[in-house]
């Protein structure tokens, strides 16, 4: 069982990468992590939301493999305590047998379809989070759950 | 009105630093905003929990002047998405007269007399967050309240 994180858009801010990258390297030995970004859709500026919307569900639907476990991080997903989302994520290792894909969308939402291949919704927050934002702070989460599953004292450094 | 947050410790990481000061400096012509860190309290490794939260609330409450409204960051605060957040925050500084001082504490959470002291709480996700990510976190999202009060448009950048 593996873990891959779906982004839309490279991280242009080498800060936010820095950090990002930090607490997923953190994580190797606890699990298999790996984050992929997709190119950003190009010439944007006068298209219809809507068309940009169903040109980057595209892409993700083109990035995701047909047994991939699928959970979007969407504000109007499920939240969790992070003790609670920890046995969760425990719980479905456990008995998915298949890889594990997070994906964080753009700035729009997903598109009908991503949501139809969806198998779950995550909601890191009911506030908006900058899309690049959202990565790093995913990444603390995923780290701060893996520390709780191996029982490993996670000072909030 | 002013607008100060008010934080436990240094900002040990420079990316972290830089990303959080990015955002109060592009506050600044919108709202009076400044972050001012209090010392960590020493030779914590073998204080009682409930010692330590006593000293940094004393610390906390040392740094609040009598008239400041004060907010504090906490997980079972109330929960807002973010316009509705900044619908709040513009009602509150119409209305109050008074610098608001939002308090991010330490790992371990306020203490009763600092609660006490409290006029709201705010929840920004029911997961934890690193304290230092907070900082981030808010700063992200004290600016995207402001853009939406301004009516500036905020592209997730």
């Known amino acids: ?79 969790f305590g992070s003790e609670q989302w920890a046995a969760h994520l425990a719980r479905k290792m456990n008995h998915l047998g298949r890889d594990m894909v997070f994906v964080i969308g753009g700035a729009y939402g997903f598109s009908g379809q991503v949501y139809e291949r969806a198998d779950e919704r995550l909601s890191l927050s009911p506030m908006t989070f900058s899309h690049q934002l959202v990565r790093l702070v995913f990444a603390e989460q995923l780290y701060r759950a893996f520390s709780i599953i191996h029982g490993k004292p996670y000072h909030n450094a």
Chains 1, 2 share one sequence.
């Open 1 to 79: 069982m593996k873990i891959r994180i779906l982004v839309l858009g490279r991280t242009n801010n080498p800060h936010l990468r820095l950090l990002t990258n930090d607490y997923l390297k953190r994580l190797t030995g606890m699990v298999g992590v790996e984050m992929q970004e997709l190119d950003d859709i190009k010439n944007t500026q006068n298209m219809p939301v809507e068309v940009r919307k169903r040109k980057e569900g595209d892409k993700i639907l083109q990035a995701l493999r047909p047994k991939d476990y699928v959970i979007l991080l969407d504000e109007k997903g499920k939240s």
